[in-house]
């Protein structure tokens, strides 16, 4: 049974920085795309980063050079580090594990989903 359990998440103010962590479990890790999401009140999810097996990464614009996602397939988690925070930022954050090739940012490829940790950036 797969399971990803976010943690890490909170309340900052604009400029600073949190890491959120995705434990994963029940599969292998690091056979699967992994991809982080988020998902801000009345809006669609929108996907963040996203990293393939090998350990090469995509970014959504708006987070390019701010964010960084990695992965440490020897303790099975998925990192998100991420900088400069801005208050458009604020949304809650999933991680996502895919079972097909190639990273990608379309939700609609990921199989399996943890229940979200809240990101919450003031002004």
């Known amino acids: 049974q797969v399971r990803l359990m976010e943690s890490g998440g909170g309340s900052v103010q604009a400029g600073g920085s949190l890491r959120l962590s995705c434990a994963a479990s029940?599969?292998?890790?690091?056979?699967?795309?992994m991809g982080w999401f988020r998902q801000a009140p009345e809006q669609g999810r929108e996907g963040v980063a996203s990293v393939s097996r090998a350990g090469t990464t995509t970014y959504a614009d708006s987070v390019k050079g701010r964010f960084t996602i990695s992965r440490d397939n020897a303790k099975n988690i998925l990192y998100l580090q991420m900088n400069s925070l801005k208050p458009e930022d604020t949304a809650m954050y999933y991680c996502?594990?895919?079972?097909?090739?190639?990273?990608?940012?379309?939700?609609?490829?990921?199989?399996?989903w943890g229940q979200g940790t809240q990101v919450t950036v003031s002004a």
């Open positions: 996502a594990a895919r079972t097909g090739f190639g990273y990608t940012l379309d939700p609609s490829r990921f199989d399996y």
């Open positions: 029940g599969y292998t890790f690091g056979n699967y795309v």
